[in-house]
């Protein structure tokens, strides 16, 4: 409460709350926002928000509420949450947020880390041959050193090196290739850009250093080169030491926050519950410099 400027989302979102319409008030825009803060933080299901807003004093005080307010319902929030996403507005909140990262200076623009992680959908895997599977956008994907398959989506990101802040955020189905929404991760300000070798193209490679940004994209074998050569082996790991932090973003995302499982059906609300996972991880961060 004592970093983050409210007032700013305030504004952004003060057009959602129907005050001319019959029956009670509806509930302030920030109580509903800082819910859904609460709700990424904790990994929590609309329903299990619900509880905990009636249960804990700490979560009652952080939204706004007094100890003898009702706190929203369920059905509330998720209507809440619809709005959000039919209005395109979550895009907007996180870059307010980066607004005021940016003004605090946390954001320390010394590199950008690109990565991708896999999400299951709880909808369920349909059965081979179905036509209207229950999450058409979707996607199969292997999961990287384990056996079987993943049913879901990707959450692709792009971490400020050093500060560990997550700068941008996109969702795709899981059967997406990791280089394919790249381009987007990369806001341009950045003085080197780090991922693995799934990003690397001759193409990407050459647009970043023509714009003055260092292109530290590990090298891949291919059919000409089945072994890399001792020079690029080496150059190779030590891109992989750098961008190895990126790592403690997923697993910040994945067992503190416990993102584990897009509870929603849709590629657009994936994507507006992995916006929502960073920004609750972006105060997080912040909370963490700053004590």
Not at 50 to 58: G, P
Not at 59 to 80: C, I, W, Y
Not at 89 to 100: G, H, I, S, T, V
Not at 188 to 196: F, P
């Amino acid at each position: 409460n004592g970093l983050v400027k409210w007032y700013r989302f305030e504004k952004l979102l003060g057009h959602l709350r129907d005050e001319a319409g019959t029956g009670r008030p509806g509930y302030p825009v920030l109580v509903l926002f800082r819910a859904l803060v609460l709700q990424s933080l904790y990994g929590l299901s609309d329903r299990e928000l619900e509880e905990a807003l009636k249960d804990r004093l700490s979560f009652k005080r952080f939204v706004g509420l007094s100890f003898e307010e009702a706190a929203p319902d369920h059905t509330v929030l998720n209507r809440f949450r619809n709005r959000l996403v039919e209005d395109k507005l979550l895009e907007k909140l996180f870059a307010k947020l980066d607004r005021q990262l940016e003004n605090a200076g946390l954001i320390l623009k010394r590199g950008t880390m690109l990565d991708a992680t896999l999400i299951a959908t709880g909808a369920a895997s349909p059965p081979r041959g179905e036509e209207k599977p229950a999450d058409p956008d979707a996607g199969f994907a292997k999961r990287s050193g384990k056996p079987g398959f993943t049913y879901g989506y990707k959450a692709h990101v792009g971490v400020d090196e050093g500060s560990g802040i997550i700068r941008a955020v996109i969702a795709t189905p899981a059967n997406v290739n990791d280089t394919t929404p790249a381009d987007a991760l990369i806001r341009g300000d950045e003085r080197a850009v780090w991922a693995d070798a799934a990003y690397h193209t001759h193409r990407r490679e050459a647009a970043l250093k023509a714009r003055g940004v260092k292109a530290r994209l590990m090298r891949r074998r291919n059919k000409r080169h089945p072994d890399l050569p001792p020079r690029l082996k080496r150059y190779n790991r030590m891109i992989a030491k750098r961008r190895a932090a990126v790592e403690t973003t997923f697993a910040t995302l994945k067992c503190r926050m416990k993102l584990t499982c897009i509870r929603y059906i849709g590629l657009a609300k994936a994507q507006a519950q992995v916006t929502m996972a960073a920004i609750a991880f972006n105060m997080r961060r912040w909370a963490a410099i700053a004590a």
